[in-house]
């Protein structure tokens, strides 16, 4: 009962350091997205990938890139990073694209 | 710009009690989501709708549906401790990107 599962579970950086968050899913799903969740601010959409080999911005893509491994993997990387991007990084799939239907249980980034 | 609103943000009852909470959005969404997030996890997709008017149950939990299609509903009846967690609505504006609102959080009290 895998699903979607996201590495690592809590990370803290310095400031201008980066890093790469994992996602995989083992539900053979086409879409894949990224999301953060602030307070008081619901879920923004970073990118996401419709199919394998295709990646497209959402919402907030600014300072963030990705990529779309395989079927399977779609992962987050933050070049360098700043303290606004401390957030709950959520990765989620889906059978056909725009709703996502299974979340991973997140990656909590704290940028100092 | 869509805009997503949710109330109440934050609501306390008793176990037994029913409750209400609502989406509004400000503009024609295609296909509206409520999800459940409980703390320390990912949000659980609840339902999806697509037809204004529509009226969906899940056991206790009851979605509905504006007919402008711009407003929705979740009632819970007999409330119980496990209902504890953020209520996220989330629309599809025809962007092709889902927006989700700010979310509830219900805490249900034994």
């Known amino acids: 009962n895998a699903g979607v599962t996201q590495t690592p579970k809590f990370q803290v950086l310095k400031t201008g350091q980066s890093m790469t968050l994992q996602c995989a899913q083992d539900?053979?799903?086409?879409?894949m997205y990224w999301y953060r969740q602030d307070p008081g601010m619901g879920l923004r959409l970073i990118y996401y990938s419709a199919s394998e080999g295709t990646t497209d911005k959402g919402e907030v893509p600014n300072g963030y890139n990705v990529s779309r491994l395989n079927k399977r993997e779609f992962s987050l990387r933050l070049e360098s990073a700043a303290p606004s991007q401390t957030s709950v990084y959520f990765c989620a799939s889906s059978e056909a694209l725009r709703v996502p239907q299974h979340f991973g249980d997140g990656t909590r980034l704290s940028i100092l | 710009t869509q805009l997503l609103e949710q109330s109440p943000q934050f609501l306390s009852i008793q176990e037994g009690e029913n409750l209400t909470v609502y989406c509004n959005s400000s503009s024609v969404f295609s296909s509206l989501q409520w999800y459940r997030q409980e703390p320390g996890e990912g949000p659980v997709l609840l339902v999806t709708v697509v037809t204004g008017g529509e009226v969906k149950k899940l056991k206790r939990l009851t979605f509905q549906f504006g007919d402008a299609r711009k407003d929705s509903s979740l009632h819970i009846t007999a409330a119980q401790p496990g209902d504890t967690g953020l209520y996220l609505c989330a629309v599809d504006s025809y962007t092709g990107k889902l927006i989700f609102g700010q979310g509830t959080t219900l805490q249900v009290k034994p």
């Open positions: 539900m053979n799903h086409n879409s």
